[in-house]
């Protein structure tokens, strides 16, 4: 009887210390919902809204995760071809669920050819993925900026001068995106007790995970499997390594930029500069408040992560402004818990490496013992 | 298998090209803008009527009194509309339908609903919607911000 109550109150304290961060932000929601003071409905119809808007692109990581690659900070890449596209896009005129779905067509080539580039460098920096590609996505930022700022207008055609800044080139600060926006979240949207539902947005979402469970038991998502368990015995197994990683980078950042489309057509307006600075960053940091970590997502995590994360956004100004009486304080909270989350996330799991690398010397040490004797 | 793998890529590339070029068609957006004003034509003059309401899949989409331009957006090219016009006060309503095309390249289109009604020639009442040059502003100044901590990834 004693037995069965430890190891049930180890099953839990192995269940809380798995799943801390999740829980950890649902307490905090509890106690931030009553104080923000909004009503059950205002709140349902912003998740939804953010859900739509930014799942599919935390939906990106999953694979190069699944690969061994970690967190892809070069989603930002793909974000940039869906932007480029969209720029396009606007610039022809071509409106509706034929531009989004243009623009989606668009960046493909684009995120294909910075995903290669990503996963070729990645692939020559093993074991320190996720900071070389943080790097390149600050590299390629400035080639962005390059290509925006001043090929835009005299080398590739601009037409309309709305999009291009006063000087004659480049690209303004901002691209209206009205034409397009909400195109897809109000096609089929449906209203539920006074939710907005946008049904087709939700089954695009919906297919992606469909597509990324079957792409697990494809023999390519079992090779990224096994390369993401151990890239040695992949190999010998008569796995192409390196290959199998560029391709798990290249889908991921294809996958990025037509997130980012999602994500822009819902917004309907593109901050230029800026939108996709910041974007693998809170992509990160929702995946990893639903409970992923470095080696290990789910699409549970995606779900589950992007409803915390972006209810304590909306949540965290307001809550802020009642308990301080200050909404700046509020903005402060929820930048901190983003970058705070994921700073725990990385710590663990390199606590976690260094732990099993150690059970694994002792273990070492004792058979060689053993064998002494 | 590699000639399979090649004629596989070319077959996925060539059908994307095809969607892309489909979408182009019939995603590319054009303004119509409707004049009711008077038009001058070949030494003759064409008064503008008293009012000319316009609709566009059953929804009216502008209501013109005389001197008075209104407008509607569509994608594809070409635009179905009706018009009920009205040519002097207390005369009946008349009810037309047209459909007209308009060039790929031309974003706005300005169509005169008199010479429309009058079936003169297109060159009459069909031309190309030049917007007003505006003064030249001055230049924006370029926000990059990478370093932004304002949570504007959000889309707050």
Redesign the interface.
Known sequence: MKSANKSASKKALNFLGANSVPIMFILIIAICIPVSGFSTTFLLNEIVTRLCRNAFLILSLLIPIMAGMGLNFGMTLGAMAGEIALIFVTDWQIWGIPGVVLAMILSIPLSIGLGVLCGKILNAAKGREMITSYIISFFMNGLFQLVVLYLMGPVIPIIHNNIKLPRGYGVRNSVDLTRIRKCLDNLLAVNIAGVRIPVLTLLIIVAMCLVIVWFRRTKLGQDMRAVGQDMDVARDAGINVERTRIISIVISTVLAGFGMVIYLQNMGDMATYSSHSQIGMFCIAALLVGGASVDKASIGNVFLGVILFHTLFILAPSAGAKITGNEVIGEYFRVFVSYGVITVALVMYETKKRRAKATLGQQLEMAQQEEGK | MKMRKFLFRALTVAL?VA??A???V?????TMYFDNKKLEYNGETYDALRRINVSVNGEQVAKLSAKDRGMA?F?GGSLTFDLEVIREKGAESEFYTYTLGVPYGQ?GTVVNLIGLLEELPEEAWKSEFVPVATV???????????F?????????
């Open positions: 994307l969607i892309g489909v979408m182009m019939i995603g590319r957006g054009h957006t994608t974003d030249e502003e001055d230049d924006e100044e370029i926000i990059t911000d990478e932004d901590l304002t949570g504007e990834g959000m889309g707050e």
